[in-house]
Every structure is written in structure tokens, then in C-alpha cells.
């Protein structure tokens, strides 16, 4: 194990990736796989490690977890074959739900940290669980969390502002917040977009879904004044591409305007423009933002970058500062970084439906508010 005083020099032989057009393949590249299986291996062993005996998969052994970052490492273990573990995260969700439909923004072992709401979190469990039935083909387990699905969709669009954006969170008594986050948004569109398919797919018809996500995709692109300025943090600028509410050749415009800000060449994303803290999972994001938008070896090379924050045993650091590469915070490995970086891997390389998830291929085009049908754009 490598300790937080320690220095590293970044991966060196990378195109800059700060600059608009696509680059050809990067050669140290098999395809656009980044991990070898026993590596894929090595890092769902590592994040089954941290699950608690109920199912919570927390940031790091003894650290807190959230809903969301809880279903993206079920994400990463369903994709990895490890499905038992995956399931008991389900089913951590589905015991800890309230009746309203939400969870708590964060968890310790024995209870609630923050019991504020967050829809953005509550939602994102459509998306968690539209990934498992792609990867595993599994219609009972579909069925058995339509109703976690359905309420949770309902509470964060309930919490819908007259913009079409999304209340970033709500006191535990339902009061909301009057402002609204575009990631959060963001990633909330996507997640409807998950559960209609999920409704779709059980024979349920929610067209009062639909016509919500086409209003959060219309907030995202034409009323930025509807969020609360973040515009120095990088998942401002490419979650809108990542959730597919800017694709086509809107998202690489998007992409390539701020890409000289974001992207330190070799090394990954900054997770804000002025300053030089590298982190993995928005690393990981980001390379997911690219391929989304047809720009797949782009989004391969980006990838790659996140080897220098991975140790022997499959785990990632959370992040770097650069030129130095000091792991912070605290020398923090987490759940969520390992997760992004084999949920990503997957899109980038894998085979079967759930590859394509992020690409949109696994939902109906019929309500994107920006034209997203020509993603294609390598061969």
C-alpha cells in the first residue's frame, strides 16, 4: 500500500486531450479496453470487501456511504459477475427507503448521518437497476424493484420547480430547496429515462415521466439561469453530455469548449478548473461523457489516465494533486472512484446491452431535447 506522502510522476505518452477533434487511437491501447479481466476482478473483490453485513457499500472502511455512490458500486459488481453482492445493495435500498420514496443524503453503519432528501440521490436507483437487468437479463429481479423505482421517481420529480429543473434537496419535514444544481438535474433526467424503460419493460405506461424528463432537458440546455452557478466544477461541464441531455454534435462542442480547463493532459479531469486536483471518478465520468457522444478513443485515452491512482489490489485513489501526485483526500481510497472506473471500462469496452447505456441505446429517442442520433462518429 502506497502512503499519502508519497510522489508519482504522471503516465507519460498521451495525446493532449485538451483539444477539440478526434485523435487517433492511442496506441498502447487493445481496443479500448484499459483493465485486463483479472484486474476487473481485483477491483470488485476490493469494493465487495467494504459491504457491510446489511448491504451498504460505504466510500471507504469505516466512512460514510450515500445512496447514490451505494448504487453505482452495485453497478460496478453486477457488471464484474459479482451478482449476490449487487442484490444485497438492492436490498439495502429497499429496507432503508421512505415512505415518501426517498433516502437520506448519507449513512454510517449504525444509522442516518444527514437525513436530508436528495432526488438526484433517490433517483438514481432507476438507473442502478435498469443497468442490472441489462447486464444480467434477470426480469424477476426487475420486477421485485419496480416499486423502489416507482416511488423514488415519483418523490424526486415531485420536487420538479416551475423551470423544469429539479429542487436540489428537501428537509426531512419536505420542505425544498428553492434552487435547483445542473448536475444534479442532469443526472436526475437520465435516471427517468431508466425507469421509463423499466416501466416500459414491466407493461406500466408513465407518460407524465416522459413529459417531466423532456422539461429537465429543456431547463438543462435553454435556461442555465435555472441553477445555481458551479461553473468552476467539471461535472458542470460534461454531465449535461453524460446524462444524454446534450448529445449529437451540441455534447462535443460542449466537451471540446472546456476541455483545455478540465483535462490535464496524462494525468485525467481536474474536479475544478483552477486547481490542480486530478480525481478518478470524474476522470472515469467524463471518458463515459466522450464515448456518449461518438468520441470513444478520446474517451479511451482519457480512461487510461486513471492507472496512475490505481494500487495492487484493485483499489483507486480518490484523487491527485498534480505535478506532485499527493493521493488526497487524506490518502482516501473509495468505493465510488473503483466503481466509476469498471462501470466506465465497461461502456468503453464491454460487449451487451448495458455497454451502450450511456450512449442511450437502450432508450427511446422520442422525447431528447437536442439531437442525439448521430453518436456514431468513429468507425
Known amino acids: 500500500m502506497t502512503s499519502s506522502s508519497e510522489h508519482y510522476g504522471a503516465p507519460r505518452g498521451f495525446a493532449d486531450l485538451g483539444t477539440a477533434g478526434e485523435p487517433e487511437p492511442f496506441p ?3 481496443g479500448y479496453a484499459t483493465l485486463t479481466p483479472v484486474e476487473v476482478q481485483a477491483t470488485a473483490s476490493w469494493i465487495a470487501s467494504l459491504q457491510l453485513p446489511d448491504g451498504l457499500i460505504p466510500w471507504y472502511k469505516g466512512g460514510h456511504g450515500d445512496p447514490w455512490n451505494h448504487v453505482e458500486a452495485a453497478m460496478a459488481l453486477s457488471v464484474a459477475g459479482w451478482t449476490g453482492e449487487a442484490l444485497r445493495a438492492f436490498d439495502w435500498l429497499r429496507s432503508n427507503q421512505h415512505d415518501d420514496g426517498s433516502w437520506c443524503r448519507y449513512y454510517l453503519a449504525d444509522g442516518v448521518e444527514d437525513p436530508r432528501r ?3 440521490v433517490t433517483a438514481y436507483v432507476a438507473t442502478g437497476a435498469w443497468w442490472h437487468f441489462l447486464v444480467t437479463g434477470d426480469a424477476d429481479f426487475l420486477e421485485g424493484i419496480w416499486e423502489v423505482v416507482d416511488r423514488a421517481i415519483t418523490f ?3 420536487m420538479q420547480l416551475p423551470s423544469g429543473a429539479v429542487a ?6 419536505g420542505r425544498r430547496a428553492s434552487s435547483a444544481l445542473l448536475t444534479s438535474t442532469s443526472s436526475i433526467y ?3 429515462r431508466a425507469a421509463v424503460c423499466i416501466a416500459g419493460c414491466l407493461g406500466y405506461d408513465r407518460p407524465d415521466w416522459e413529459l417531466a424528463a423532456e422539461r429537465i432537458a429543456e431547463a438543462v440546455v435553454e435556461s442555465p439561469e435555472s441553477f445555481t452557478p458551479k461553473d468552476r466544477w467539471a461535472m458542470d461541464w460534461y ?3 453524460l446524462s444524454g441531455a446534450v448529445g449529437g454534435q451540441a455534447g462535443r462542442d460542449r466537451l471540446d469548449f472546456r476541455s483545455g480547463e478540465f483535462v490535464m493532459a496524462g494525468v485525467g479531469v481536474r474536479c475544478v478548473a483552477d486547481q490542480p486536483w486530478v480525481t ?3 476522470t472515469a465520468e467524463c471518458a463515459i461523457a466522450f464515448d456518449s457522444v461518438g468520441l470513444k478513443s478520446r474517451g479511451a485515452e482519457l480512461l487510461s489516465t486513471t492507472r496512475h491512482m490505481r494500487e495492487a489490489d484493485g483499489s483507486y485513489w480518490t484523487g491527485c494533486v498534480h ?3 499527493i493521493r488526497y483526500p487524506g490518502g482516501e481510497r473509495t468505493t465510488y472512484t473503483a466503481a466509476a472506473v469498471l462501470i466506465a471500462e465497461h461502456c468503453l469496452s464491454g460487449a451487451g446491452p448495458a455497454s451502450g447505456l450511456f450512449r442511450g441505446e437502450t432508450f427511446p429517442a422520442s422525447y431528447d431535447a437536442v439531437e442525439t442520433s448521430d453518436t456514431t462518429v468513429e468507425t
Open 168 to 173: 436540489w434537496s428537501a428537509d426531512p419535514d
Open 323 to 325: 505535478p506532485e501526485c
Open 28 to 30: 498502447g491501447l487493445k
Open 156 to 158: 424526486a420529480l415531485g
Open 239 to 241: 454531465y449535461p453530455v
Open 190 to 192: 437520465h435516471s427517468v
Open 280 to 282: 478518478a471518478a470524474e
Open 118 to 120: 436528495d432526488p438526484n
